[in-house]
Structure formats: structure tokens, C-alpha cells
């Protein structure tokens, strides 16, 4: 089995937002993650529905494609809890 070919694939290699992180706006990073996991999952669902219909397109790739957009998900929703926990916290603070 040659496994070379999904050495190469840009499904491994996840984007860096670096102007974003270096700028300080946590808004615009949260805007461009979500937007990133959005896309990631798009394109999986794409990758499937294509190798369904047609048979084009290599299944481990695909299956790469999908579990990269269930666990880039699973992180969003997990550090959905982490924000939404400090803010509780933050609120019953005593001023």
C-alpha cells in the first residue's frame, strides 16, 4: 500500500492564522476558526457525496477529510464549554 500520496495532501496541514493571533482580535480569530471548520466540514461532506455518486476520488482520503471535520467540530464545541464556563464564572463574581 502506498501511503506517500496522503503524505502530501493539504488535509494534513492545518492553516495558521498568524496576522490574526499577532493583531490581538479575538473576535476576527474566532470568526476566521469557525469559518475554517465550516469550510473543512463542507469539503468533506463534498469528498463523500462525490465518492458516493461517482466512485471518483480516493475513500482514505475522504475518510481523512471527514474524521479531520468531526474532531475539528468536537474542539469548537469543547471550547465553546471552556468560554461559556468563564463567563459563569466571571458572573458570580462579587464586585
Known sequence: M???GLLNTNVL???KPQKLAQSGDFSALLKHYV???NHTSKAASKAAEKLA???VGSPA??????????????LLVAARGKVVDAYREVMRMQI
Open 13 to 15: 496541514q492545518p492553516e
Open 61 to 74: 482520503e475522504t475518510m481523512i477529510a471527514l474524521k479531520k471535520a468531526g474532531l475539528s467540530f468536537q
Open 35 to 37: 469559518s475554517d471548520i
Open 53 to 55: 455518486v461517482t466512485g
Open 2 to 4: 502506498n501511503i506517500q
